[in-house]
């Protein structure tokens, strides 16, 4: 069973000592428009699947900041027009392998209750540098980015990222 990703939860693990982290990222569903359509940029990674890019708010950093960071990480992209609209995404996992390793290394939990909230972002660039987290990327229309990521979650976020890119379009 996967424990509910509630803030209160959390301190109530933690209060108890047990080994937990709650971590915020940010990340953006990034597209641009080739040809009057709408491409959305999905990222593989390693493990298989299909999402976008994200990761980790350091300390003093703001969300908006983070997100322009790990994208332009991840991607190089970094002409980003940052669009209404927001969405959060919250799972709960186990770290195991190298991540617990290190995670053990650093005195940091090892289950992790995690918030991700997302933006859509445009840009005017197509070409795309991955970073060493990813294997490979796509530009895919709308329906075909929905089929190709893996998780739900990832699909409530390209849905969020239309809607807000249709929404601007209307402007």
Known sequence: MKPPVWKPLYL????????????VSAGSAVFRVENGQRLYLVLRYPSGHFDFPKG???????EEEALRRETREETGIDDLRILRGRTSIRYFYTAKGEEAGWRKRDGRGLWIFKAVHFRPAETTRS??????????FEWLPYGEARKKLTFENARRVLDMAEQSALTESLK
Request: glycine share 10%; hydrophobic share 40%.
């Open 127 to 136: 070409d795309v540098t991955i970073s060493d987290e990813h294997i490979g």
């Open 56 to 62: 980790h708010v350091e300390e003093g950093e703001t």
């Open 12 to 23: 109530l693990f933690r209060l108890f000592g047990a080994p937990v982290a709650w971590e």
